[in-house]
């Protein structure tokens, strides 16, 4: 395997480790070094982690997403030989996704939102992250490309709430849930700095809709049905949260491992 792909792995191993923690602490209040600390290779266990009041059915689907995703931090290590793989230091506490919400909906919200109090406000943002994986692996390698191909099932939940039973209200906001998702998908663009990529699961402009035909969007593509792509810097603008692939913070609060991010932060 030639460098650039090797180094493609390594970057990747960051949002495996990420997924994995948050969907296993979540479901279960307990992460990766509960299942094979040896993955982990030292690197430290996530800040504010817990496990989320979820609905039993919730819960199983999100500790099936944490299993797979040690499947798939496996895969890659073993892509790269093991060599140069370490778990970074990941904040999983209330208090970033607090921050990330409030900058969506453009104020301090008087209410601080807690994505572990219950289902809806979990799902809301456990949707930001396989998207983020996904469209920044299109044309990656194969391997990427397959172990990353099941991650649209979060959007199938959260349409169930948007449509299927009539628009469910995000208590105390005010906000339903295809509201929220239409100002994360935002938040997303502006942070990525790339145009339109993200898209809320309900798209009333006519010209997002797949075939110009339905308002619902659970398949997140362009006007050709195909993935959107995005490069490194982008998904760093957005897990970071800070608009910029030089600056970390958010979700790395010390930045993601390996050549590819730690040489945009100058490290």
Aim: include cysteine; aromatic fraction near 10%; charged fraction near 20%.
């Amino acid at each position: 395997m030639v460098a650039p792909d090797v180094e493609v792995f390594r970057f990747a191993s960051n949002f495996e480790y990420l997924e994995g923690e948050f969907y296993l602490n979540s479901a279960l209040g307990r992460g990766i070094d509960s299942i094979n600390p040896s993955l982990a290779f030292g690197g430290p266990p996530p800040i504010g982690a817990q496990k989320a009041n979820l609905d039993p059915i919730y819960a199983n689907i999100f500790e099936e997403f944490g299993y797979k995703e040690i499947g798939q931090l496996r895969a890659v290590i073993e892509a790269v030989g093991g060599r140069d793989i370490k778990r970074p230091l990941l904040n999983l506490s209330k208090e970033v996704f607090s921050y990330m919400i409030d900058k969506a909906v453009g104020f301090k919200l008087s209410s601080r939102f807690d994505s572990y109090a219950n289902s809806i406000n979990f799902l809301i943002t456990a949707s930001v992250f396989p998207y983020a994986g996904l469209v920044g692996l299109v044309g990656a390698t194969p391997l990427l490309l397959f172990i990353q191909s099941r991650k649209r099932l979060d959007r199938v939940v959260l349409y169930e709430h948007c449509c299927t039973k009539g628009p469910t209200i995000v208590v105390p906001y005010n906000l339903t849930v295809a509201e929220f998702t239409n100002l994360t998908s935002t938040l997303a663009n502006q942070l990525g700095r790339c145009g339109l990529k993200d898209e809320g699961i309900i798209v009333p402009q006519s010209s997002l809709r797949v075939e110009n035909q339905t308002e619902s969007n659970i398949l997140v593509a362009d006007v050709s049905s195909l993935s959107y792509s995005r490069i490194v810097q982008e998904i760093l603008r957005i897990l970071y949260g800070t608009s910029s692939e030089n600056m970390s913070g958010a979700f790395f609060s010390e930045g993601a491992n390996g050549l590819i991010a730690r040489s945009l932060l100058g490290l």
